[in-house]
């Protein structure tokens, strides 16, 4: 698969690269793209939640009132879980989200989503660029002359750029990122993927 590549004013260079149909030209699978989206919010969870239960709650254990003769329901601890500040009964303790999707599964999900957005013409490749220093208004006028601005989108970038970085950082709805922490939850909640041309091939060499 062909596409052209345009430079910072969004215009076509006169330059083509070629998606790789192993990745952008595929049938989507939406169900492995499922499991890939479903494992990434699982492992975000921390799973710190946790509540006292009535042996960790402090307090007397004598029985508070009488057996009979109240009117009112026996009681026989202040930790009981139907008064104020008692324990309470099957409370979340810490525990682990975390899931796990075999290395051909991912790969094919991320293929997946990757070949859906090439499919809706949500791809631009552009010509690698950076600043001298962090500018985020230069950076807002790039995305606005590429027709993305106010949409979500993930810039993907070959190599570490912390100067592009500290430009994008501030800017809602935008999100940059190396090729090789790329992600199919990320690629689907994206309006428009923006990769640099060095990216295409980097995403060759790691996927």
Request: aromatic residues 6%; positive net charge.
């Amino acid at each position: 698969m062909k596409i052209n590549v345009v430079d910072t004013n969004g215009k076509e260079i006169g330059r083509q690269v070629d998606l790789p149909d192993s990745l952008f030209g595929i049938e989507p699978n939406e169900h492995v793209m499922y499991l890939a989206v479903k494992q990434y919010l699982a492992n975000q969870r921390q799973g710190t939640h946790s509540a006292r239960e009535r042996g960790e709650i402090r307090g007397s254990t004598r029985k508070i009132k009488r057996q009979k003769g109240t009117g009112t329901a026996r009681a026989g601890s202040i930790k009981n879980p139907l008064f104020r500040k008692g324990g309470r009964v099957f409370g979340p303790r810490p525990r682990s989200y975390e899931l796990k999707l075999n290395k051909k599964v991912k790969n094919l999900a991320r293929a997946s989503a990757l070949s859906a957005k090439a499919k809706s013409d949500a791809i631009v490749v552009m010509e690698d660029f950076s600043f001298d220093k962090p500018k985020t208004k230069e950076y807002v006028n790039v995305l606005k002359n590429l027709g993305v601005e106010g949409k979500k989108v993930l810039h993907l970038i070959g190599e570490p750029d912390k100067v592009l970085f500290l430009s994008s950082r501030n800017i809602q709805k935008t999100n940059l990122k190396e090729v090789r922490q790329l992600n199919t939850y990320e690629i689907l909640n994206s309006d428009k993927l923006v990769f640099f041309e060095s990216a295409i091939e980097k995403i060759k060499e790691l996927f």
